[in-house]
């Protein structure tokens, strides 16, 4: 049954994958140089998109791995203060596929989040992570303070939760 739900998941990444644009096209370089040992995707925070201007990351870029092992799916850490300008640095350790989605985000602060997200599969959402070392980059440079929600969807009901504070 576990097998099924995999071969399932797996097969609509493999026509969401299919069905996309040319995505690269809306990179732009990022404010950080990521050197993990494996080869890795990286998308970052600094693209511009219809929702407004990207504001790219001016402070600390700060790191929450996404585990999972089979029983566990988590990411650490769950919980993040930051400040303004900030950024978070996503990187899919194990368990994948996983991705950052938030949740219940106030409309005062959707089109600057949304911004500040390359490659979103929709909105306010991260595509999906699938090997290990891969990282997804999203700036909160100009996002109003608050606590941001987001789970990983694949695993929202293994309890994959996390939140962003912003100062």
């Known amino acids: 049954m576990r097998f099924n739900g995999l071969a399932l998941v797996a097969g609509a990444m493999a026509i969401v994958a299919c069905s996309g644009g040319d995505k690269n096209a809306q990179q732009t370089s990022a404010t950080q140089n990521d050197t993990a040992a ?3 995707t990286q998308n970052t925070g600094a693209a511009t998109t219809a929702a407004g201007a990207a504001a790219p990351i001016t402070g600390t870029i700060h790191e929450v791995k996404m585990i999972g092992d089979g029983q566990t799916y988590k990411f650490d850490p769950a919980k993040i203060t930051i400040k303004k300008g900030d950024g ?8 994948g596929p996983h991705n950052v989605a938030f949740l219940n985000t106030p409309d005062a602060a959707k089109s600057q989040l949304s ?4 490659s979103q599969m929709k909105e306010l ?5 699938m090997n290990p070392n891969e990282t997804y980059t999203v700036s909160f440079a100009n996002v109003p303070a608050g606590t941001y929600d987001y789970h990983c969807e694949p695993h929202a009901a293994m309890g994959m939760t996390g939140s962003v504070t912003v100062q």
């Open 88 to 95: 978070i640095k996503w990187v899919m350790v194990s368990g």
């Open 38 to 40: 494996a080869p890795a």
């Open 125 to 129: 959402t991260s595509p999906m992570m």
């Open 115 to 118: 911004a500040n997200m390359s």
